[in-house]
Nanobody, 120 residues
Framework: QVQLVESGGGLVQAGGSLRLSCAAS????????MGWYRQTPGSQRELVAT???????NYPDSMKGRFTISRDNAENTMYLQMNSLKPEDTAVYIC??????????????WGQGTQVTVSS
């Protein structure tokens, strides 16, 4: 089974930065397309960014500029660098991965999520 474990969330003041990590196990990491979603209580899950098996990245227009997705295949880990954080970025950030097409979202496997709270 593919297991995804997020870390790096926490409390940060507006304008600050965080780097989230997602460690994957149970599969060849280089074969996984990966991404980040976020969700607030009572809201629908929102796509943050994706990264392909080949390292290509994609961001919704609303997410461009402050967030950067990356991966380190040697460490079986994906990252999300978040800068200039705003209170509206407060959410549970969830790791997503799959073996299928990079263009079919969401991917097959989900992590439990890590809480990010941005104070004003």
């Amino acid at each position: 089974q593919v297991q995804l474990v997020e870390s790096g969330g926490g409390l940060v003041q507006a304008g600050g930065s965080l780097r989230l990590s997602c460690a994957a196990s149970g599969s060849t990491f280089s074969l996984l397309a990966m991404g980040w979603y976020r969700q607030t209580p009572g809201s629908q899950r929102e796509l943050v960014a994706t990264i392909s098996q080949g390292g290509s990245t994609n961001y919704p227009d609303s997410m461009k500029g402050r967030f950067t997705i990356s991966r380190d295949n040697a460490e079986n880990t994906m990252y999300l660098q978040m800068n200039s954080l705003k209170p509206e970025d407060t959410a549970v950030y969830i790791c997503n991965a799959g073996h299928g097409s990079y263009h079919v979202l969401p991917f097959q496997y989900w992590g439990q999520g890590t809480q990010v709270t941005v104070s004003s």
